[in-house]
């Protein structure tokens, strides 16, 4: 710790010593960042359109979900200047087995180096054209005392790599497990040191991966990139809308909507199953969309609709392991729950998009165009929304059998 206090009151000083410049923003000129595309599209996708020259980006995720195959898989498809892939876990031999299943391609150079200061050497060195760093909790600088993995050490080593990349116009990427209670420092530490911050999720029981912007200082938040783990690596789902309907079933309690991850529409679907309770409180569990939107649903349905759910227990399943943050997927819910209690179906050919408000009425969503023509080219032609209905009421009256 000490060393670095040092250097850093020296280099105060040596701040205060210089001149002060103010930077009118007229002066600037326009700025385009400088992007290379990943060869993923999907991976661009999520990264505002490609990588960002100089940045410094997290991808965090669970331990086995996938993320050193990923970044294997885009420095395989990276370029003409090899890419270096620094590895703290795994031997050299061990990337290539991982490499030789993803592609025959062998444009890779490994480092297999925890101390980040030789790390920067070997950057500053042989100018790769891009950085992987796998994982960043095994980095350390000898500066600190504190062991690898400590939140002083990640948090040091990430800034340390901030500079070089800055500096040299290189794009780092760092992996980061995600620890369920924290103990050893979570790439959360890390949230404002980095420019980016991807997070690959999935259910460790499907294929299916979702790769999601948590930040990203070049581009939307909103966008998510989906693959499925196959054995040659992560495959890029080029029609999402259709492989998350692809297992649906025609039963009571299965709703289809069209959600708009970014610019993008998807179709997926809701399920809802309605049991009785034989608890004091019955149980509202959701999983896939947020838990006080269900409770706020639940009770709309109740007082507007007469539904009697206060013995009943209520679960809510987003198929597919996708998570909807949209309150657009409110009508959806809402309908999978009445299709459920009542042992209905919906009607042939129906999706259904609407934020619900607390008087039952159906409120207008961002996008319904576009979502209507993604709805249109899987073959739902019968759209229940604002546009066609005011209320919970007539929305059940247009879509259930
Ligand atoms: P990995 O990328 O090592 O996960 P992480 O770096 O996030 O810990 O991949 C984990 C799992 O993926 C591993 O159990 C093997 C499997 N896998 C595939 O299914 N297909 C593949 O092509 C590869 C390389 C791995
Ligand atoms: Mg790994």
Same mark, same amino acid.
């Given at each position: 710790?000490? %060393?670095?206090?040092?250097?850093?009151?020296?280099?105060?000083?040596?701040?205060?010593?210089?001149?002060?410049?103010?930077?009118?923003?007229?002066?600037?000129?326009?700025?385009?960042?400088?992007?290379?595309?990943?060869?993923? /599209?999907? #991976?661009?996708?999520?990264?505002?359109?490609?990588?960002?020259?100089?940045?410094?980006?997290?991808?965090?995720?669970?331990?086995?979900?996938?993320?050193?195959?990923?970044?294997?898989?885009?420095?395989?498809?990276?370029?003409?200047?090899?890419?270096?892939?620094?590895?703290?876990?795994?031997?050299?031999?061990?990337?290539?087995?991982?490499?030789?299943?993803?592609?025959?391609?062998?444009?890779?150079?490994?480092?297999?180096?925890?101390?980040?200061?030789?790390?920067?050497?070997?950057?500053?060195?042989?100018?790769?054209?891009?950085?992987?760093?796998?994982?960043?909790?095994?980095?350390?600088?000898?500066?600190? *005392?504190?062991?690898?993995?400590?939140?002083?050490?990640?948090?040091?080593?990430?800034?340390?790599?901030?500079?070089?990349?800055?500096?040299?116009?290189?794009?780092?990427?760092?992996?980061?497990?995600?620890?369920?209670?924290?103990?050893?420092?979570?790439?959360?530490?890390?949230?404002?040191?980095?420019?980016?911050?991807?997070?690959?999720?999935?259910?460790?029981?499907?294929?299916?991966?979702?790769?999601?912007?948590?930040? *990203?200082?070049?581009?939307?938040?909103?966008?998510?990139?989906?693959?499925?783990?196959?054995?040659?690596?992560?495959?890029?789902?080029?029609?999402?809308?259709?492989?998350?309907?692809?297992?649906?079933?025609?039963?009571?309690?299965?709703?289809? %909507?069209?959600?708009?991850?970014?610019?993008?529409?998807?179709?997926?679907?809701?399920?809802?199953?309605?049991?009785?309770?034989?608890?004091?409180?019955?149980?509202?569990?959701?999983?896939?969309?947020?838990?006080?939107?269900?409770?706020?649903?639940?009770?709309?349905?109740?007082?507007?609709?007469?539904?009697?759910?206060?013995?009943?227990?209520?679960?809510?399943?987003?198929?597919?392991?996708?998570?909807?943050?949209?309150?657009?997927?409110?009508?959806?819910?809402?309908?999978?729950?009445?299709? /459920?209690?009542?042992?209905?179906?919906?009607?042939?050919?129906?999706?259904?998009?609407?934020?619900?408000?607390?008087?039952?009425?159906?409120?207008?969503?961002?996008?319904?165009?576009?979502?209507?023509?993604?709805?249109?080219?899987?073959? #739902?032609?019968?759209?229940?929304? #604002?546009?066609?209905?005011? *209320?919970? /009421?007539?929305?059940?009256?247009?879509?259930?059998?």
């Amino acid at each position: 710790m000490e %060393t670095v206090e040092s250097e850093s009151r020296i280099k105060n000083k040596e701040s205060s010593l210089k001149k002060i410049e103010l930077i009118n923003l007229k002066d600037i000129q326009k700025m385009h960042y400088q992007r290379v595309k990943t060869g993923i /599209s999907e #991976f661009d996708r999520v990264l505002g359109g490609g990588i960002v020259a100089g940045s410094l980006i997290l991808v965090s995720g669970d331990p086995g979900i996938g993320k050193s195959t990923l970044l294997t898989e885009l420095v395989l498809n990276h370029g003409h200047v090899p890419p270096l892939y620094i590895s703290g876990e795994e031997s050299a031999q061990q990337i290539k087995i991982r490499a030789d299943r993803i592609s025959p391609k062998e444009n890779l150079v490994v480092l297999n180096e925890t101390d980040v200061d030789v790390i920067i050497r070997a950057i500053e060195q042989f100018k790769p054209s891009l950085v992987i760093v796998d994982s960043v909790q095994t980095v350390q600088t000898q500066d600190l *005392n504190s062991v690898a993995g400590s939140i002083s050490q990640v948090k040091e080593s990430a800034n340390r790599l901030q500079k070089v990349a800055k500096s040299l116009h290189i794009p780092i990427f760092l992996i980061g497990h995600v620890t369920k209670e924290g103990t050893v420092a979570g790439p959360r530490t890390l949230e404002h040191v980095v420019d980016v911050v991807l997070s690959l999720e999935g259910d460790p029981s499907s294929n299916l991966r979702i790769l999601r912007a948590n930040k *990203n200082r070049f581009g939307s938040t909103d966008e998510v990139g989906i693959f499925e783990m196959e054995d040659k690596g992560m495959v890029e789902v080029l029609n999402p809308s259709k492989m998350f309907l692809d297992q649906k079933i025609d039963a009571p309690g299965s709703v289809v %909507t069209v959600v708009l991850t970014g610019l993008r529409p998807l179709l997926v679907e809701i399920q809802a199953l309605v049991t009785k309770t034989n608890l004091p409180m019955p149980r509202r569990t959701a999983s896939g969309i947020d838990n006080n939107r269900l409770q706020l649903i639940v009770a709309v349905l109740q007082k507007r609709v007469g539904l009697h759910l206060f013995d009943q227990d209520v679960f809510v399943n987003v198929a597919g392991g996708l998570k909807v943050v949209e309150p657009a997927a409110d009508l959806a819910v809402a309908m999978a729950i009445i299709s /459920s209690i009542k042992d209905k179906p919906i009607k042939a050919k129906t999706a259904f998009v609407g934020e619900v408000g607390l008087l039952g009425e159906l409120r207008e969503v961002k996008g319904l165009d576009k979502r209507i023509v993604e709805a249109k080219k899987l073959g #739902f032609t019968n759209i229940v929304s #604002f546009k066609n209905a005011k *209320n919970l /009421s007539e929305a059940v009256r247009l879509g259930l059998r």
